[in-house]
């Protein structure tokens, strides 16, 4: 019995064949893979570049509205950045924890009698005291909000106990 008996491979021409065979298959299996995964679809470079970046895009984008807004008339209310937070935002995260039930002493919101005579020295002064602080009311109420959120904040409160 020959050493070699079973095996294919008996010459070295066989096993040239043999080895082209073993690179080529896969390779061109790979390729047809690849062709179905693209649906046959021959992307290059530029357009797979544009479809990558129009898949990766932010989803918000930003916008200008110069000119589009009427310039606003001296005194009128104006919000100031887009992004400011509103008046019932700012009470959410930066005051109900103290004015909602009340605590250390401060004027419950919505306790018109507690506040009526707050509210009867003027949004300036409580806008003043929100903001600087007043007694055992912290500056900003504890917050890093800006002073126009927090008059936003004292308006909602206000307008919730009158
Ligand atoms: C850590 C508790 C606390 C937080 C948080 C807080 N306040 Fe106060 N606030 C007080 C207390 C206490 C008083 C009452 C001070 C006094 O008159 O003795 C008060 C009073 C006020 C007054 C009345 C001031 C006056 O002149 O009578 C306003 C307006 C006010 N707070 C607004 C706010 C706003 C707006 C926020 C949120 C940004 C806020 N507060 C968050 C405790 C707090």
Do not use: N
Request: glycine content about 12%.
């Amino acid at each position: 019995m020959s050493e070699e008996h079973g095996s294919l491979v008996k010459t070295p021409k066989q096993l040239i064949i043999v080895s082209v065979i073993a690179l080529v298959v896969p390779v061109s299996i790979a390729l047809l893979g690849a062709q179905l995964v693209s649906g046959g679809k021959h992307i290059d470079a530029a357009e797979s570049k544009k479809s990558v970046e129009q898949r990766i895009r932010p989803v918000g984008e930003m916008v200008k509205l110069e000119g589009a807004a009427p310039a606003p008339a001296a005194g009128a209310v104006v919000p100031v950045a887009a992004k400011a937070k509103s008046g019932q935002e700012v009470y959410d995260s930066a005051c109900v924890a103290c004015h909602g039930a009340g605590v250390a002493g401060a004027p419950k919101t919505g306790d018109k009698a507690a506040w009526a005579a707050r509210i009867a020295q003027g949004a300036s002064v409580l806008y003043d005291h929100a903001i600087k602080g007043f007694k055992g009311m912290p500056p900003k109420g504890g917050s890093t909000l800006s002073d126009d959120e927090i008059k936003a904040g004292v308006d909602f409160q206000v307008a919730k106990s009158k």
